[in-house]
T-cell receptor, first 116, second 113 residues
Framework: GAVVSQHPSWVICKSGTSVKIECRSL??????MFWYRQFPKQSLMLMAT?????????EQGVEKDKFLINHASLTLSTLTVTSAHPEDSSFYIC????????????FGSGTRLTVV | QQQVKQSPQSLIVQKGGIPIINCAYE??????FPWYQQFPGKGPALLIA?????SEKKEGRFTISFNKSAKQFSLHIMDSQPGDSATYFC????????????FGEGTQLTVNP
């Protein structure tokens, strides 16, 4: 099946710094990738839809200047959390869909961000 | 219209039992209904998915039952094992239009030995 690789799996950063999370589709091309945020014992909350070669579409309430998304190629999307604060600590997960082989939506392994 | 309601929130069964998790949706345009399994600290993994042209799909110990008229679908886990203890999410999307997944709230399943 389709494979989505996400790095890093965990990161600790200081308040005020920026952190970049990468999401790669390893064996397929993804024109669209999705970024989710998940708090403990809660469901996945869609933050934004990342479109290759164009601007991301952000969900209501998600600060686009804080969560920068870049989808520069058909296999890579990045999420940068800028000027991170402790309240940004969360589990971030990306997803992509292999439309060619109709494998449905595949998720990365997630990134645990802790801002201290 | 975009919501997917999932129940129960948590479920405890004994090994060998058959936990059943239910989901209901409103948007009749949804045409793809997957179930995901998530272990702590990991991303969700696709378990099984169904499309509205069938009423049931079985893969190994996992079965989806789908009731289009009632706009409900459920996951059954046969002969459950302690290793099945995880959080399960149902989801739905308008696959033909490439829209995003709408997730249920999740069910924390515990299978006791």
């Amino acid at each position: 099946g389709a494979v989505v690789s996400q790095h890093p799996s965990w990161v600790i950063c200081k308040s005020g710094t920026s952190v970049k999370i990468e999401c790669r589709s390893l064996d397929f091309q993804a024109t669209t990738m999705f970024w989710y945020r998940q708090f403990p014992k809660q469901s996945l909350m869609l933050m934004a839809t990342s479109n290759e070669g164009s601007k991301a579409t952000y969900e209501q309430g998600v600060e686009k200047d804080k969560f920068l998304i870049n989808h520069a190629s058909l296999t890579l999307s990045t999420l940068t959390v800028t000027s991170a604060h402790p309240e940004d600590s969360s589990f971030y997960i990306c997803s992509a869909r292999d439309t060619e082989r109709n494998y449905g939506y595949t998720f990365g392994s997630g990134t645990r961000l802790t801002v201290v | 219209q975009q919501q997917v309601k999932q129940s129960p929130q948590s479920l405890i069964v004994q090994k060998g039992g058959i936990p059943i998790i239910n989901c209901a949706y409103e948007n009749t345009a949804f045409d793809y209904f997957p179930w995901y399994q998530q272990f702590p600290g990991k991303g969700p993994a696709l378990l099984i998915a169904i499309r509205p042209d069938v009423s049931e799909k079985k893969e190994g110990r996992f079965t989806i039952s789908f009731n289009k008229s009632a706009k409900q679908f459920s996951l059954h886990i046969m002969d459950s094992q302690p290793g099945d203890s995880a959080t399960y999410f149902c989801a739905a999307s308008e696959e033909t239009s490439g829209s995003r997944l709408t997730f249920g709230e999740g069910t924390q399943l515990t299978v006791n030995p």
